[in-house]
């Protein structure tokens, strides 16, 4: 019920960046350049071929500074075909698919209980199951329609373990079949199954049955499985590289460890504190929470030494295990950049630690300082996790329903902008983006619509910081700043990771367009040219800029003359 009554908060939330690019393919729109991602494959978003990423950056879908072997391609044949299922029954009724991923979250909830009651005891185990249910960092992957698929793998996965506890501590027949199933359509349905793995492992080591050799016998169906699915996904062409979005442990394995060093903490925060995590998408914001991590582990660990007399030999194993796997799907999950949305597999397991800490300091309560201490930070926790849960989800659904009005407002200053009978024979160049959302989804969202599109969109600069647009020729524009950096925010090495920086004097050219790595410190980018196949004045160019929360014509500079400011965050 508390799920149904906290998720039913998305039904007001309409369709986010990605979703765009879902419809679009569903709508067999003819792409801008070939496109990845087919109907029954939509999460192959880069192919990593750089032929293909090279069009795709020529047509706008990719900034100019793409890495070419980009690769952002995952195996979720049954989360395509649930979207286009809500296409066929929708359409574009974004009211229909959340009310669909609701549904699956719902189911996702009640798995969990009947897991947790399976291995815990009834009071512990219901309020578990209510701490997982209420989680507010699941309204952030509930409201983001692409990332149902997570939902979906996920309780397929559940199933799977419930099985093979079955299989493992009742030689149920049937059981070991039964969660092979799942496990294989918790696979079909995404990656969250290798994130979801760890709980399977440490059960084996914490609570499976009988001596280590056994357990470690217990563990050859799912491993000859597992081992199957790698090579398929890899001979297939899944995975992810280029970005530093999303990073391979095996083909990146010094970066890996080295983006961890971040995304953990801020996720550990997230799991014991309900600190936002989202915000290290910022990375001013780091240290803070890098801190807040280690505070939220050391609460965290000596709440549970507090009230680890009062457990069980029994419920402790469970902890064991249920935490192990915790702890260590935190570490998979963050293979993609930490936030709210890689919580949910991690959360099941700190759902049951929190559920010990309440109980057994409620029930341990006592009059001696050990008691009362673990009681007041049992107090907070409660607080953190429980009072704080309907904010947390009315806050993020909110957020949610004020991006989806930013992007209608992006799509309406076009409009304003674009002569849509002038555009097919026109390069589109947006001279800057006031954010990294806008330039990476503006002329995705403008396709997904169906509107015509221009023979090439370039969007210069995703920088926020005052640009200098100086007339270097007749053809040649160049951007600098005088402050800050080229392609160092979050959104900008999206497309192409730190490893693979530029030098100065690199070139990248498209057919009319090349451009030029002019300036550059330690730190990245500081002057880049812009050559034209054309005079600037050409009308084959239709130069924009962002401006006033407006896209308005923009007039280059006289050569030889001063340098225009170009700035999207000035609102005069």
Known sequence: MAAALLGAMVLRVGFMPDDYIWLGVWDHLRPPAPLGNTPLDVYRTATGVPEHTHALAAAGVFPWWVEPTLRVAFFRPLGSVLYGLDHLLYNRQAFGYQLHSLLWYVGLVMLAGVLLRRVLPGAVAMLAMFLFAINGSHAALLGWLSYRSVVVSMLFGLAGLYFHVEWRERQRKGALAAALAFFVLSLAGGETMMILSPYLFAYEAFSGPGRPAQRLKGLVPFGVLMAGYFVLYRAMGYGAGGSDMYLDAVGTPVEWFKALVIRVPAAIAGLTLTAPSDYILDLSYVPLFTQLGAVGLAVFSLLLWGVWPLISAGERRTLGWMLTGSFVSTLLA??????????????????????????????????????????????????????????????????????????????????????????????????????????????????????????????????LDEQLATRTGPNTLELALPKGNFLTSVEERIHRGERFRFKQGDEVDFQGLKVRIEEIDAQGPKRVSFTFDVPLEDPSLKLVEWKNKKVVPWTPPTLGGPPAVVNAKVVQ
């Open 334 to 463: 963050n293979s993609a950049f930490a936030g709210s949305r890689t919580l949910i597999v991690p959360s099941l397991g700190s759902a049951v630690g929190i559920a010990m800490v309440l109980y057994f300091a409620w029930r341990g309560r006592a009059r001696t300082f050990r008691a009362g201490a673990v009681l007041a930070g049992a107090a907070v926790m409660f607080l953190l996790h429980i009072v704080a849960a309907p904010y947390v989800w009315w806050q993020t659904t909110d957020m949610y329903v004020q991006m989806q009005a930013v992007m209608d407002r992006v799509q309406l200053r076009f409009d304003e902008a674009l002569d849509e009978g002038a555009l097919p024979n026109q390069r589109l160049v947006v001279i800057n983006s006031p954010n990294g959302l806008i330039g990476i989804y503006g002329s995705v969202h403008w396709w997904s619509l169906g509107k015509p599109l221009p023979r090439a969109w370039w969007t210069l600069s995703y920088s």
